[in-house]
Antibody, heavy 125, light 109 residues
Framework: VQLLESGPGVVKPSETLSLTCNVSNDFVNAGYTWSWIRQRPGKGLEWIGNLQHDGTTDYSLALKSRIDILLEVSQNQVSLRLSSVTAADTAVYYC???????????????????WGQGTLVIVSS | DSQMTQSPSSVAASVGDRVTISCQASQDIDKYLNWYQQKAGKAPSLLIYDASHLERGVPSRFSGSGSGTEFTLTITNLQPEDFATYYCQQYESLPPRFTFGPGTKVVVK
């Protein structure tokens, strides 16, 4: 499976950022969990949210009020919408497939693989 | 808020060296700790899952160990292509959230 993110490149402050992740060689509704992860310039990785094949979403508490992750089955894509963006949302945004498995205690078997190449979004007027 | 720690934040090494990176999870995560490698300008890629299992295609000079809250990534016989940043990652189910460590950059000595 290959993932390829695309987006506008530049978004104005207060507007809504929309990104898509095109999935190749597999089907987005084939029982997987899809994730968005971002990386601010020179910084580490920040999980944004997940969308499970049954439509269940889990979002970062820090971003929950501003994000939506959707399956676009007809396009075989996963989309991310982030509203009311500020300069702090400037980052490379990655989509990834999340494996979620057996749960034990307060955690579950999990990993992100594969990842897309990422798309840079700059928030600027 | 969940926090993971990694040490060191940066390590200078030479080809052929042994490099050890530590990661501390915010709570007991059994063996469910993952390591990713990110080369400059590239997306991260899964290196090790379940604390010690190498992803397909990953050279055997990489190894991982640990359980609970303390984990280690070791690179033996460091190769030129191993200079990169390494991140550990955990999952907590209540509430559901994924957390990455701050990263360890392996640089040329």
């Amino acid at each position: 499976v290959q993932l390829l993110e695309s987006g506008p490149g530049v978004v104005k402050p207060s507007e809504t950022l929309s990104l898509t992740c095109n999935v190749s060689n597999d089907f987005v509704n084939a029982g997987y969990t899809w994730s968005w992860i971002r990386q601010r310039p020179g910084k580490g990785l920040e999980w944004i949210g997940n969308l499970q094949h049954d439509g269940t979403t889990d979002y970062s508490l820090a971003l929950k009020s501003r994000i939506d992750i959707l399956l676009e089955v007809s396009q075989n894509q996963v989309s991310l919408r982030l509203s009311s963006v500020t300069a702090a949302d400037t980052a490379v945004y990655y989509c990834a497939r999340a494996y979620m498995g057996y749960c034990s205690g307060k955690t579950c078997r999990n990993w992100f693989d594969p990842w897309g190449q990422g798309t840079l979004v700059i928030v600027s007027s | 808020d969940s926090q993971m720690t990694q040490s060191p934040s940066s390590v200078a090494a030479s080809v052929g060296d042994r490099v050890t990176i530590s990661c501390q999870a915010s709570q007991d995560i059994d063996k469910y700790l993952n390591w990713y490698q990110q080369k400059a300008g590239k997306a991260p890629s899964l290196l090790i899952y379940d604390a010690s299992h190498l992803e397909r295609g990953v050279p055997s000079r990489f190894s991982g160990s640990g359980s609970g809250t303390e984990f280690t990534l070791t690179i033996t016989n460091l190769q030129p292509e191993d200079f990169a940043t390494y991140y550990c990652q955990q999952y907590e189910s209540l509430p559901p959230r994924f957390t990455f460590g701050p990263g360890t950059k392996v640089v040329v000595k």
